[in-house]
């Protein structure tokens, strides 16, 4: 619950390992799983991404009451349409050209394919190495640089 509103979250993989939706009585927080319905569906090989899982969890969040508001993590604005974040499942059902008339393995080709065509996003290592600290930056050292250490097989000693 959150205050008096039940909220529930649903494991939304596929973009990423660790993507969520929050789901709270007729909204959805979608994150990047869809985008609006013209900019189609998040991409699949970030790391820990998948695109069975993400077509699975696309069905999951289709799976809602036709009017439950999706909310969107970012718009694309293709044509440089005003930006919008807000869709429906039903708008997602019908006008998103990644799940209209589209079954799971005309999905996972496509995706694959689109994908393999995309650049990796230039902030995405930055991401990485500040996520895996859980957005806290370590200490700066002594020449004002934070550096973020892993030790790599440390579990021995």
Known sequence: FIG????????????????????????????DTFFMPDSGTARADFPGGNAEALWDSLQRILSLPADTRLFTGHDYRPAGREARWESTVREQRENNPWV?????????????????TLPHPELMLMALQVNIRGGVLPDCEDDGRHYLKIPVNRFKG
Do not use: C, W
Not at 9 to 26: F, W
Not at 104 to 115: G, L, P, S
């Open 4 to 31: 008096n509103l039940r909220a529930e979250v649903l494991l939304s993989p596929g973009h990423t390992l660790a993507s969520v939706t929050y789901h709270i009585a007729d909204a959805a927080f979608i994150h």
């Open 100 to 116: 209209a008339n589209m079954d799971k393995a005309q999905f996972i080709a496509q995706r694959k394919q689109r994908d393999a």
